[in-house]
């Protein structure tokens, strides 16, 4: 589940050794999901760098209609790092189609947390995607999520990446539960490196798909050390300021 790219691995970064194991206190127990059909939703897309895809981002309303949500460590490596550049977004991605075209990423953002000190509950990240030639903004041509912040651990989602080795989304419907003061994590299988990032969503819209983010894949570990065990970031008041910071703009 972590990224490939531009990812230095967690055994050499400072206090990384320190993270707790949220396996051993986890609150309760991560019921089983059961794997969904392949889909695409234009709300998710693929992230890409230098023609490969290596993370998951999604669409979240906001007043400028342009902004991504991912994960911190797609965008930015962490501690003594920097944030990434050249990225593009291809909502919708499969197949090697982007069926909405591909969007410049711009304007990154991740919590001071994270940036530095690589701190794995704050491992949440915003950024703007606009098109070339386009005056249409990313949200009016593939709809948005909402964002939900502060609002607990148990939630029955839909969790959606796309794996580095895929040309299309996994997508799995689990029960997320809590695995350390600031992490949640759900069981559902096949989430490999590249789903980093992937949104957690609540109450999709069984037309539309669009429902409501709880959470990214990433966090403990970039996401987990086994791809059958996704983890996020708890969505507290750090990405409540930071999402409103971005929001703003408009």
């Known amino acids: 589940m972590r ?17 707790p194991d949220p396996a051993a206190t986890a609150g309760g127990a991560t019921v089983a999901a059961t794997p969904g059909a392949p889909r695409t939703n234009p709300a998710i897309g693929a992230l890409f760098l230098d023609g490969t895809h290596f993370c998951t981002a999604s669409v979240v ?7 991504l949500l991912t994960a911190a460590h797609c965008l930015h490596d962490g501690e ?5 550049t050249g990225i593009t977004f291809a909502p919708g991605y499969h197949d090697g ?3 909405y075209g591909y969007w410049d990423v711009s304007d990154p953002q991740v919590p001071d947390g994270w940036a530095e000190s690589s701190d ?8 703007t995607a606009r098109q070339a030639g386009t005056a249409k903004t ?11 912040t502060g609002g607990g651990f148990a939630h029955t989602i839909t969790l959606t990446g796309y794996p580095d080795e895929q040309e299309a989304p996994v997508v799995c419907h689990g029960s ?28 999709a ?29 708890y969505f507290d008041t750090d990405v409540a300021t930071l999402y409103r910071k971005m929001d703003a703009r408009g």
């Open 3 to 19: 990224r490939a790219l531009l990812l230095v691995l967690c055994v050499v970064l400072s206090g990384c050794s320190a993270a």
């Open 61 to 67: 309303h906001s007043a400028p209609g342009d902004l």
């Open 80 to 84: 003594g790092g920097e944030y990434a």
């Open 97 to 99: 189609v982007a069926p």
């Open 120 to 127: 794995p509950d704050l491992d949440v990240g915003f950024a």
């Open 138 to 148: 990313l949200e009016s041509v593939t709809g948005a999520n909402t964002l939900l």
């Open 176 to 203: 997320s539960a809590q695995a350390d003061t600031y992490q949640m994590r759900v069981a559902c299988p096949g989430f490999t490196t590249g789903t980093s990032g992937g949104p957690w969503v609540v109450g």
């Open 205 to 233: 819209d069984p037309q539309t798909e669009l429902g409501t983010v709880v959470g990214v894949i990433g966090g403990y570990l970039y996401g987990g050390d086994d791809p059958d065990t996704s983890y996020s970031s």
